[in-house]
């Protein structure tokens, strides 16, 4: 096997650069190849199988970059189709839901655990079925927050605002006592210190962290890290508006991302 | 020329449907089609090409079902595309920027407008470059409000949130005296009771009343009114999730839409 094959990260846009991100700061020497289904974006209100089609015509994508592991960093693709991609191809992948499940329920005490997110993830009930799997005795409580994702592009996270609307939103998960709450959102991180001021004792997870870390063990297990400590090489594909893309994404990550190319995939 | 043929609406999701309200509300004997690119939704972080390329497969499908008359309800399409959908094809069309802008520019007295929108609205200058081609003496102030829309959807019209973020945004048009607002969306009639409070001598201009008064006047100017006055009949299609559309739909209107049609365009 030759590790030094680029790990592929797919996501219906530019918001899981969150996790290549993350993935950039656990595995500082890995290749990677972001790719951002921009033309379709976002998969949120599509149907079950409009979305596992275009998870798996990026997938196809991936593969043809000779991926060595894939992630998918879209919560909705992560939701409705990792298990029907893991059924179809060889190829290791890890979906972001799982893996905040998981930190969730190692880091719950009292078994009472808050999910958010966007609408159409906590309307595909994913989180829950995840958690459920692992535990079917937790309690669960899981809220769509609309207007976070927007308050964060509007770049007003630390804002009255978004206090007020975190309050509207979270006031119920004080009520359960929930002790643990996943932010189930690429964008959600974001409001970390206006979550925890209303959340003072709740344990927050962050899937994109929870992600990244999942993938560096899955490559020691594997033996697929990469052997040579040279500088890596991150590439961006979009199937629409790659300046629009190099804009955004460039801001969240404090760097220009440099060219990102346009591909066409169906 | 058979008066009884229907006026086609196009729209990238469901926000048009305002328009067809609108529309239902001012030639109520009109048989209509409204169609929503679901698929493709939103048009808004789309390129021009694509945007046109879209656009061009919605009117087809509508000239497909022999539509005397189409309406851009989609602000993106409407900006980015009608004046090279209406090189393209003979049947007469309007959109929603071009007929907002009018309005606005019979109601100002001050010359002094202010336009609030989508960023993909705002960030296209569609407006800026409508008004201004109408008048260049116009001061305009165009402002993009990303949180407008989720606070609808929310059902947050009237609350302190929306308050509060309705202050945040509007205060710039009352340092500058604007004494006319355009609602360049089709989502923001909803917060007209908050904008109101904020902006009390500003005269509000919504986008989708004034397509619905254009598209009656310009269908009497051409004798293309429908002259049976029997109950029309109203089609919906979309290009995906028909179940989602016809939920927030029939929320929208107030009343079951009834069957929505997936259809494929492309």
């Given at each position: 096997?030759n590790?030094?094959?680029p790990?592929?990260i797919?996501?219906?846009?530019?918001?899981g650069i969150?996790v290549?991100?993350e993935?950039r700061?656990?595995?500082?020497y890995?290749?990677?190849?972001y790719?951002?289904d921009?033309?379709h974006?976002?998969?949120?209100?599509k149907?079950?199988?409009?979305?596992?089609?275009?998870s798996?015509e990026n997938?196809q994508f991936?593969l043809r970059?000779n991926?060595?592991?894939v992630?998918?960093?879209?919560?909705?693709a992560?939701?409705?189709?990792l298990h029907?991609?893991r059924?179809?191809?060889?190829?290791?992948?890890?979906?972001?839901v799982?893996?905040?499940a998981?930190a969730?329920?190692?880091t719950?005490?009292?078994?009472k655990?808050?999910?958010?997110?966007t609408r159409?993830t906590?309307?595909?009930g994913?989180?829950?079925?995840?958690?459920l799997?692992?535990?079917?005795k937790?309690?669960?409580k899981?809220l769509?927050?609309p207007l976070?994702v927007?308050l964060?592009?509007?770049?007003?996270?630390?804002?009255?605002?978004a206090?007020?609307?975190?309050f509207?939103y979270?006031?119920v998960?004080r009520?359960i006592k929930?002790?643990?709450?996943?932010l189930?959102c690429?964008h959600y991180?974001?409001?970390k210190p206006?979550?925890?001021?209303?959340?003072k004792n709740t344990r927050?997870?962050?899937?994109?962290?929870e992600t990244?870390?999942?993938v560096k063990?899955?490559?020691?297990?594997?033996s697929?890290i990469r052997?040579?400590?040279?500088r890596p090489?991150?590439?961006?594909y979009?199937?629409?508006?790659?300046?629009?893309?190099?804009k955004i994404?460039?801001?969240?990550l404090g760097?220009?991302?440099?060219q990102?190319?346009l591909v066409?995939?169906e």
């Amino acid at each position: 096997m030759n590790n030094n094959r680029p790990i592929g990260i797919f996501d219906s846009g530019v918001g899981g650069i969150t996790v290549f991100k993350e993935i950039r700061k656990y595995l500082p020497y890995e290749n990677l190849i972001y790719f951002g289904d921009t033309k379709h974006n976002p998969y949120g209100s599509k149907s079950k199988d409009t979305v596992t089609r275009l998870s798996t015509e990026n997938v196809q994508f991936l593969l043809r970059k000779n991926v060595k592991y894939v992630v998918i960093a879209c919560n909705t693709a992560s939701a409705l189709s990792l298990h029907l991609l893991r059924k179809f191809y060889t190829v290791p992948m890890i979906g972001v839901v799982d893996t905040g499940a998981k930190a969730a329920i190692e880091t719950t005490k009292n078994g009472k655990i808050g999910v958010i997110g966007t609408r159409a993830t906590i309307d595909s009930g994913a989180y829950l079925r995840a958690l459920l799997k692992l535990d079917p005795k937790l309690k669960i409580k899981s809220l769509a927050c609309p207007l976070f994702v927007p308050l964060v592009e509007e770049g007003w996270s630390n804002s009255k605002v978004a206090e007020l609307t975190a309050f509207e939103y979270l006031k119920v998960f004080r009520k359960i006592k929930a002790d643990t709450l996943v932010l189930g959102c690429t964008h959600y991180p974001f409001l970390k210190p206006v979550i925890v001021k209303i959340l003072k004792n709740t344990r927050l997870i962050d899937s994109a962290t929870e992600t990244a870390k999942a993938v560096k063990k899955e490559l020691e297990q594997k033996s697929l890290i990469r052997e040579k400590k040279t500088r890596p090489t991150c590439t961006f594909y979009v199937t629409d508006a790659p300046e629009r893309f190099k804009k955004i994404g460039s801001s969240f990550l404090g760097y220009d991302i440099g060219q990102v190319k346009l591909v066409e995939v169906e």
